[in-house]
């Protein structure tokens, strides 16, 4: 057995298809796999659908926003094998996402604001099959610099990390 339990998809703010992650894992070797998208259920069934087709085992996963108020930070909370139904999963991942999108377009006025010209409607579009925008999609549009290049890194920690401009709200 060779899994990887760590997997993002375009579901929420990873840049591949089921597909294509499930393409990438085949010539891998790798047999279990668990897509743990941000606050959302939503890709599990086209997972298990599409596992079933290049004869990797989904194991359903999530990655879920919290807080750390002990330590007075953003925290993630792993969690696997929940129900494929996963309704009280779902609810509360509603609130989280709700709070996620109005966070991203109130990102997207302050950009607009301080004279960048983002378009919400097409980052919107790179969102999907999202409903909710993520910081990536935002960074999408205002650079074309690989996300594992020191200029990406550089301006996403300048607009959402420490005091960037992005950050508050």
């Not at 085949?26 to 796999?33: D, L, N, R, V, Y």
């Not at 085992?57 to 792993?78: M, P, Q, W």
Request: a negative charge; proline letters at 2%.
């Amino acid at each position: 057995m060779k899994a990887d339990m760590h997997v993002h998809s375009h579901y929420s703010d990873g840049a591949d298809s089921i597909d294509d992650v499930l393409a990438q894992a085949k010539e891998a070797g790798i047999t279990h796999i668990s897509f743990v998208d941000h606050d959302t259920i939503a890709s599990l069934r086209e997972a298990r659908e599409k596992g079933a087709q290049y004869g990797i085992t989904i194991i359903s996963g999530i990655e879920i926003s919290a807080f750390d108020f002990k330590r007075n930070r953003k925290v993630h909370v792993l969690g696997f094998r929940y129900d494929e139904q996963a309704v009280h999963l779902q609810a509360l991942c509603d609130g989280i996402l709700a709070r996620r999108q109005s966070h991203s377009l109130w990102q997207i006025r302050r950009l607009r604001e301080s004279g960048i010209d983002v378009d919400e409607a097409a980052i919107a579009e790179s969102a999907k099959p999202s409903n909710t925008i993520y910081k990536q999609h935002i960074m999408e549009q205002i650079t074309d610099a690989p996300y594992d290049s020191k200029d990406y890194q550089s301006l996403y920690r300048s607009l959402f990390k420490g005091d960037g401009p992005l950050q508050g709200h």
